[in-house]
């Protein structure tokens, strides 16, 4: 998961283009990076680590100018991360171009293998360069052109910002996997991965941009432009929005695909609460991303609601882990259990999702430690039988825990004492919309995949 | 507000002193200090900042040794932040020397000036120098008689540790104005200000160290010595720990002077809630304090509990403020509203206290503008009326709100709709001790100083 | 000006290249970096400033593998440094591949242009991104022919070097304009611009590498080709080295293009002593690149030689420059005249050349402060009076004071009381080889350009 | 050996003082540190490193006011470097107080066991903290008083400033061992170690500070002190400066005690050669230092000068040494051979003098490895006998190969064909000053100290 963030027009476009990346930084801590133009140069500047680590005040006002556009990366696997980092920036025959990517493309490494047959160079092993590369072989004229013409070429997740000197252009797949907003401020028109962004700085909510959509943004003003066919969703669906953003990646102050976060987390709650009943004593939620969800559930099921988890908020990327010699803290530093109100209790614990198991053993070993005499685990997604190919970093299916163990079986190994999952339907429901179930994905607990990731990209020509 | 860290006999002090200050790290971020010995000679790094910035792997392996004491500061006022971090360290005639002190001394100008009249040379404007240079002329032949004889020369509050080569010794004042407890760990023992410290490292909580107890631990063992005076306590009090520990500074998984912070705050809002009821559709806390006082809020008064206000976890010391001329954030960079909870709804808003009063006001100015019909601020401490004297960074009096403006003044400053605090009697009940009134501080919210501040040291001679 | 170094199959290949580099310290001080294969995958770490501030102990050791090539900058105009240091690197159809040139192409804009129009994208500014993407769409099937293929369309200098996974290239161009030496070191191939990196490191010189020879060095040992056509030469020459390599850039110690550089600068001193003679009481040079030249004057001319300026160490790039309201300090800082023996004599001061003649101003109203009587300059270079396009960063031909002024107008603009330049015939001369006047470029002081640098490419055809 | 810089009436004090220890910077480069008074307030910046690395823009600007010291710290053992840098700075009863000294006081450990038994604390482990010590128990009423009052109780070397609120005193041991000059810029007073500060920043000469003067710098002009009894100098000495002043430290652009350095070192080289004739074919000198005295030693010899070793720029503190698995590269980092005037050659090398006998040693091996047939080694002082203890950190008596092995023995352990020394009176005659011998300590070459290092201070009364 990443967040993107852009702006047109104003004059203190990097200053809020970094307060913007700030509020999206729960989408990725690794590395953050914000390009801006004065006139027709590009400068970008891309940091390892979060936004308020990798940028001072020398540095934002090293980028001069009116229009910017900024990414935030999550934490992946693999060792050179400043070279992945985004904005991604080149120098091609149209001058200058910064991209900003949120999702995944598919059938990356096909595409890759055909633009180097034709003598294309990478400068990094991002999936979002293919897209520069067809951009430096369209024949469009515009920035707009260049960049439907790349886009028409691929598959998969993209909410997209491009930033060169003529203009900025905003995209959304068609089948929407990833958000993407627009807002207005002082005049000037921004775009961000999620609400909250607008809320800190102040910006307008205009809309959604909508699933298959490109938006083309000069100083003559903001053109909608729907360039792609209709793709050809399965199962009766309008388009494939991810419901993982509401489980667990959105702030909860956002509103997520028209709707409120915190609310739906809620919501999930209560139904988990009557799909999953239990006489606890005290509901506790995995904080930061459970407690929406375990309010709904306390509220639901009328047992009391408590923080028994406290989160630390000063264990950041640089700690240092404890030598060897020393006991193994695990997951201790980030939480710390408050045993008077666990101690001797039937406790029921409400995270957001369960994905390895790994996670939830040992905050079920620390809460068991600190007294509890039962421990009920209920979690506000179904379980995550399938990998996603859109954007989300999940891990492989056999590391899914719940591809291979049943309830009962993943229950054992965590080491609770009762474990239920929202259903699919429920979670659906809980979003307060009667046609969730034609807008949203949920391959990953039902490996119903709205575009095959397997399936190779046509032999289009690519034009030379 | 400061911490204070220390372990005496274990191959990895450096390193649980680390973890340990991680764990106190809400009592301040202004910097952090470790000090170990190997042998004779005393190593200690000092760092501004917050512990997991200032140290990293191979600053905790250069601080080499088996007994160590750290210390975290508050942020405070005043610009040369490195010269006054601790543990201030010496070398005196009897050697190496290291001290770590949580309080504030009383009448400590007074005594600098004495001591610099014989000749004393500061090196840093703590108070707590002041205690080495009265041990440096002590006629003590021991590190623990030096530490007797000059602690029984000052009044005013300290938690504090020595570190020589000879041993440590950990004290508390004759009134226990701060808290220190003491534990053990693979035969170690440990003291530090909180008991979440301990839970961190897996350390075994022994007891509190006692108001005017001195303990003196070398390789032979520990030794408890009660060398002061009891002290006058005023209005039968037996000793005058500091209420305000509960209430706002100590983390909510810690004892507190032998009860639950979590509990008490809990229990709080319960009578907050009776003291002060008001008809509202959701109770939200200010957080990370105010939530366990609102939970309390939330099940006696039946209101919903909901989380309005998030937290961002990102916002550090090194943020850039947004330049002038953008609009100011204030607030909203550190807490963000969930305006669809908030919006058209009776709020009750839960604060742990309430001191200036600027900050409520921009809370209440961001949840009113999120939408909310009528903002009732409810606050779980009475109104603080009294400065500190006794180791609390609180403002002068002048700044406090409750010293000039009645509840209904105070109520139209920060432009809520009501406003109702906890009363004195309702906060010590809330600790769930029948002995409370005897055994607390409320000095801030009562004027009744257990020492007087203003008076003079006495002209006791000073060994030369 | 830049310097290169690599080495191919040493198991300390990136320490020695670090070594190495230090060495060729005096080519520039930009920018370094070194780029080293393990197995196929290419690391590559450059740095602003010089080797031993951008480098430590834990970057080399992460340089893993047996092969490297490095990499040293001259400062230039310009802001994006760290963009345009080198090594180059890439990943192309054909895997990782890592540049590092000396030298300067002609005719970069027009072929940078070509390549755009075809789709190409550029992550640089330099001129040697040209020859990757010749390389990428090369149809040769190992490294070696991709880089014959690539180089045999440019035009201008290079002495240069590449890495890839299946082997390592050297190459200079045809013209030979710029340095490359090869050696040997406990059965490694080692390549650099001087031979005082061999020195260092005690490797053996082999001999250099000839003018259009490309060499390549695989596990099976090192083959040599000249694969370009003989250019056509003009005047008779055979090729067109650098004569400024011997003036000013190559150290003393090293030896270049044969011939002991030290040695040829005493011998262009004993020369421009008979060429100018003057009767001065002391022969003095200006630090370090006139010494050798000064002590040539000083045996030649019977005047005693003298150290009259001393050079500081320590004023490195991070200099702060003092504030506007305090004098204007100029060269004083980095060179001090010694007045004892500059007092009252009549000083004879011998520069390696004079470009601009604003530092040379400088240095004369430094020695003329201290008492000189009368102050003549010797200068170990003629006129320079043509800008360089083979990788001397010379100024514009309007900033070459000897391309408007004669020498008695410059004698006065510098206010010295004689000035004279060692002839081109004598400088070319003391490279003691009779040979010199066809082996040698001297279009900065005659305009006779070995190419013709307005001379566009031809249009042949990118393969694609 | 260190440096220090004083300046008082300057509004550019902080800029003037880091430039001027910039000039100083050959006599130390451990640490550096400036100290300035705004109104009553000391503020003082120590860095670790040489000046130029240690301070930037943004450290000079915080050191507002127009008075300032500094000071820069030879390298010596030990860790905690930042601890004993200079200026040291206190409070002490009389305000805030800044000290920097060059030179060595005897019997500092008695010293300070004595103000321990009083209670002193000490924050370094300098001996010039001792002062500060006795001044704060002084009953002087003025800081002129305090320092006289101090000065008088101890024995040994020093040049030292002084800075308080109230003005600032410079002052020099009767026994004048160590430099200390008085200059004057746009009517301000300053204060250097050498000259070649002066000349820097364009101040104009004075006078030095005499042997045994104090000078009080206030508001209403500067008064010159005699307050201390004539030391009883022995051998018909009327003071005892450094000789090695001229033979090693001075920067040879300075007049050291009334003389140029420069010239001395000339004239130090023709008697060299007269002592220590030898049939060579080339002079070299040891860079820089011996540069001078080689110029000398080839006049008078009429063998030819030539400079054989290069003298890198770039190998600085941080230099990442080779690791193990590759030849040791020793002095060859710093010192590079020029082969080619070695080859073959009967070569003189010319050193400014011979300590422990290891650099030597490798410096002849890199010279006979380069070629040289016969190599000579003249030495511009006499054996090192005896260790200094007045401010120069000559190694331990055992260490100095001349106090326990013949010059043969010398020789055979550093592998010369032949070794001479100058002469103790030819070093001093080339002072060019009769009075030399009864000016110039040489205890180092002859072991007749000054002041005898091993008596204890007198039993004197401290105040209290």
Chains 1, 2, 3, 4 share one sequence.
């Not at 993107?4 to 283009?17: C, D, K, R």
């Not at 990327?317 to 101690?343: C, H, M, N």
């Not at 919309?433 to 391959?443: H, I, K, L, S, Y």
């Amino acid at each position: 998961m990443c967040g993107v963030f852009g702006i047109y027009g104003h004059s203190e476009a990097a200053n809020l283009t970094y307060l913007g990346l700030s509020s999206l930084q729960h989408r990725g801590q690794e590395a953050s990076g914000i390009g801006t133009f004065r006139g027709d140069t590009l400068k970008v500047v891309r940091r390892q680590g979060i936004v308020s680590e990798g940028f001072n005040r020398e540095a934002i006002d090293a980028l001069a100018g009116d229009r910017a556009i900024g990414h935030i990366r999550y934490s992946t696997s693999g060792g050179s991360f400043l070279r992945n980092a985004q904005p991604l920036s080149v120098n091609y025959r149209h001058g200058d171009l910064a991209v900003a990517h949120n999702g995944n493309l598919l059938g990356a490494d096909t595409w890759r293998a055909r633009l180097e047959e034709l003598g294309a160079i990478f400068q990094s092993t991002t999936d979002t360069e293919i897209l520069i590369h067809l951009m430096a072989r369209s024949h469009g004229t515009t920035l707009r052109d260049r960049v439907i013409d790349a886009l028409s070429r691929v598959r998969g997740a993209y909410s997209i910002l491009f930033l060169g000197a003529s203009g900025m252009v905003a995209a959304r797949d068609p089948w929407g996997y990833r958000p993407l907003v627009m807002g207005e401020l002082d005049g000037a028109t921004v775009f961000a991965s999620e609400t909250c962004a607008f809320s800190l700085i102040g910006a307008r909510l205009i809309r959604a941009v909508e699933p298959g959509e490109v938006i083309w943004v000069t100083d003559r003003g903001t053109e909608s432009i729907f360039p792609f066919e209709t793709p050809p969703h399965s199962a009766g669906r309008s388009c494939s929005q991810c419901i993982f953003e509401h489980v667990y990646f959105a702030r909860p102050d956002s509103h997520m695909f028209g709707h409120s976060v915190y609310e739906t987390r809620v919501r999930s709650g209560r139904i988990l609460a009557k799909e999953h009943p239990v006489a606890g004593d005290i509901v506790i939620p995995v904080p930061d991303s459970g407690i929406a969800t375990a309010i709904g559930y306390s509220e639901a099921s009328n047992i009391p609601f408590g923080m028994g988890l406290i989160r630390s908020h000063y264990v950041g990327r640089t700690f240092i882990e404890p030598s060897q010699s020393i006991r193994s803290f695990g997951v201790k530093l980030k939480l710390s259990p408050v045993a008077d109100i666990l101690r001797g209790r039937s406790v029921v614990v409400v995270d957001d999702s369960l994905v390895r198991g790994t996670t939830s053993r040992k905050i079920i070993e620390m809460i068991r430690a600190a007294g509890a005499r039962e421990i009920h685990l209920r979690i506000g997604a179904p379980p995550v039988t399938h990998s996603c190919f859109y954007g989300i970093d999940t891990p492989t299916r056999e590391e899914l825990i719940a591809s291979s163990k049943s309830v009962e079986e993943t229950a054992r190994f965590v080491r609770c004492d009762s474990l239920g999952y929202i259903s699919r339907e429920g979670l659906l429901k809980s979003v307060n919309d009667p046609d969730a179930p034609a807008r949203f994905c949920t391959a990953c607990f039902d490996g119903n995949y709205p575009e095959d990731p397997a399936e190779e990209p046509p032999r289009v020509a690519i034009p030379e």
